[in-house]
């Protein structure tokens, strides 16, 4: 969707934080900010979901803004096996054009 | 013990054949989806069904006939097939009908057609 946007890639070294913003200023009032990631060679898979409030799991913190126009994805502290492509989706079925996230040792 | 399972995970043809790709998954969900990711990364929604039924026909040509056996299984028959329509298809699966559930996929299916 050409509303959903994200940066093309970003880098991060490991053990550093990584914000992963994701635009989406058409998003309707009731749906959910899902976030995916997908590794090489495999499938999209859940990472962290959220509608106003920030939210927090084992794998990430979701921050969504007042408006709820923009969210940012957090990964605290970057390992290696975070490198992948993540994948805001604001919409119930559309999901944004996707960020490539690289780690570096 | 896979929960979205995608066959073949490799298919290389010929323009103008015909082929299909199959999925189940044994989650117990409602609704399943096909998604086109392409050489971008870009993925987008191709189809929907809820309980065998199509909800979502997202202007995809109709070479493209998706066909729900039961609500386990979602399987994609390309007619005639194009250069374009290389790509990986992902099928997926949630408990609910658009709501806020998660999506589940599968690995993909990777097709070349020559």
């Known amino acids: 969707d050409a509303k959903t946007t994200q940066p093309n890639s970003m880098e991060s070294n490991e053990e550093e934080p990584v914000h992963l913003p994701c635009n989406h200023s058409t998003i309707s009032g009731t749906d959910y900010i899902h976030w995916y990631r997908q590794l090489p060679s495999q499938g999209p898979e859940y990472v962290i979901h959220?509608?106003?409030s920030n939210v927090n799991n084992r794998m990430a913190s979701l921050a969504i803004a007042e408006d709820r126009k923009s969210s940012t994805l957090i990964l605290h502290r970057a390992t290696l096996r975070d490198a992948a492509v993540y994948y805001c989706r604001p919409d119930k079925l559309i999901f944004g054009t996707g960020t490539r996230l690289q780690v570096f040792p | 013990d896979t929960a979205v399972s995608q066959t073949p995970k490799y298919l290389v043809t010929q323009m103008g054949n015909d082929k299909s790709i199959k999925c189940e998954q044994n989650l117990g969900h409602d609704t399943m989806y096909w998604y086109k990711q392409d050489s971008k990364k870009f993925l987008k929604i191709m189809f929907s069904y809820n309980n065998k039924e199509l909800i979502i026909n997202e202007t995809v040509p109709n070479r493209f006939s998706p066909k729900s056996p039961d609500k386990a299984h979602l399987n994609l028959h390309i007619n005639s097939l194009e250069l374009g329509d290389s790509a990986v298809y992902f099928c997926a699966s949630s408990p609910r009908r658009q709501q806020a559930g998660e999506l589940f996929f599968g690995e993909g299916s990777r097709l070349t057609v020559l």
């Open positions: 959220g509608l106003t």
